[in-house]
């Protein structure tokens, strides 16, 4: 695979439009039982101590989720359905919430999975997008996960639900003009993805974005 150093320039704008979007509220707050609650009243070895363990659990958790969403992967790709509120479920939302950023080439492959309770009503308020739970999540890991669903376009077939959901999930990442300016360096440099029937489709689909995207359009798509 080839470097991607050359998506930096083009992506550093993206930087402050992410960054505007600032810390959620729930998690800037602390919590009497955050265990860095400790950071008001200790200092010296005692505090270099609990970073320690915090970074440590952190880690440790990151690893739970991630051996949680491996272990069932093989049964999410072969059913492509997930049942909400079950421990994969929480565990992919999670690494999205935690923008865990080794998680996005594994999310990139569940892309396609859906809940289990997934229904074609559907409004502004509730577009199809939502359903997917590793899309959702890869969206909130951010801009390394837009590397995944480049290469994800070059390889899936331009009418399944993979291919279009990474392709509005690029939008919902970077805005479909940001995402648009991407894709088109990405294909300058791998000329398979600048076929006419693989360019203009993933185009289309950005930019009609995330929020208009119907799932029903996809070849593969069935409610079985």
Not at 28 to 36: E, G, H, K, V, Y
Not at 120 to 129: C, F, G, I, K, N
Not at 149 to 158: G, S, T
Not at 184 to 193: E, F, G, I, S, V
Request: proline fraction near 5%.
């Amino acid at each position: 695979m080839k470097s991607a150093h050359w998506m930096i320039p083009l992506l550093a704008a993206v930087v402050a439009l992410t960054l505007e979007l600032g810390v959620p509220q729930t998690m800037a707050q602390t919590t009497p039982n955050s265990m860095l609650s400790v950071l008001r009243t200790e200092s010296g070895s005692e505090l270099e101590k609990t970073v320690v363990d915090y970074r440590a659990r952190h880690e440790a958790d990151i690893q739970t989720l991630m051996e949680i969403v491996t272990e069932q992967k093989e049964n999410l790709s072969g059913r492509l359905r997930i049942t909400p509120n079950s421990r994969e479920w929480f565990a992919i939302a999670l690494l999205g919430d935690l923008r865990v950023v080794e998680a996005a080439p594994l999310l990139t492959q569940l892309l396609a999975v859906r809940n289990s309770t997934f229904s074609l009503l559907s409004d502004e308020d509730d577009p199809h997008w939502y359903a997917f739970p590793a899309a959702v999540a890869l969206s909130k890991i951010g801009l390394p996960a837009v590397n995944p669903l480049l290469e994800l376009a070059r390889v899936a077939a331009p009418d399944s639900t993979a291919f279009q959901l990474g392709a509005v999930t690029l939008e919902a990442i970077l805005n479909d003009e940001i995402a648009l300016a991407v894709v088109a360096q990405y294909a300058r440099q791998y000329p398979d993805l600048a076929q006419e029937d693989r360019f203009k489709p993933l185009t289309d689909l950005i930019k009609s974005g995330h929020k208009r995207w119907d799932a029903e359009k996809a070849a593969d798509f069935s409610m079985d």
